[in-house]
């Protein structure tokens, strides 16, 4: 398209001088005072911020604790979890060392291990011998004269 076949219309008066009226200079609206100060911001106080950043310190340092308690409770109930599977593994163990235990000391067992290790027999009556102690018992004490070192500290002493 070239300037020739535009068909544009100009508004040339935008470029043209306006009179500037005396009531437009001050076309200012002034608000009533109740409405300016619901609009304000209002500004906080040095306390509030106080109160505000303590609130917020105490509230990260509880759920901070909060974190930490959770993660040691976890840690304990693992420990705690394996030392109980332990406990079962160790009692199984022992009931099976004591099953084998209980196998080679029972009476069978030894029985035959004497027979054919040991060559022992069961024993007989005509193995039995008796002997009589009818005749009575003898004691024969024996006092020595000689003084003891005991006997001898306590004679020193002045005790005896």
Known sequence: MTLGERNTAYDISL????????????????????????????????????????????????????????????????KTNQMTKQLEES?????????????KLSPEVVERYAKSKLLMEKINPCQIEYFNLSTGDKVEVTQSNEKTVIDKFLALVGIR
Do not use: W
């Open 15 to 78: 470029f043209q001088e306006h009179k500037v009226d005396d009531n437009s200079v001050n076309n200012v609206l002034k608000l009533p005072k109740k409405k300016r100060a619901t609009n304000a911001k209002k500004k906080i106080g040095i306390m509030h911020g106080i109160f505000l950043s303590l609130t917020f310190s105490l509230s990260v340092i509880i759920v901070g604790t909060m974190i930490f308690n959770q993660v040691q409770l976890t840690e304990i109930t693992d």
């Open 91 to 103: 009692r199984s163990e022992n009931t099976r060392l004591q099953m084998k235990v209980n196998e």
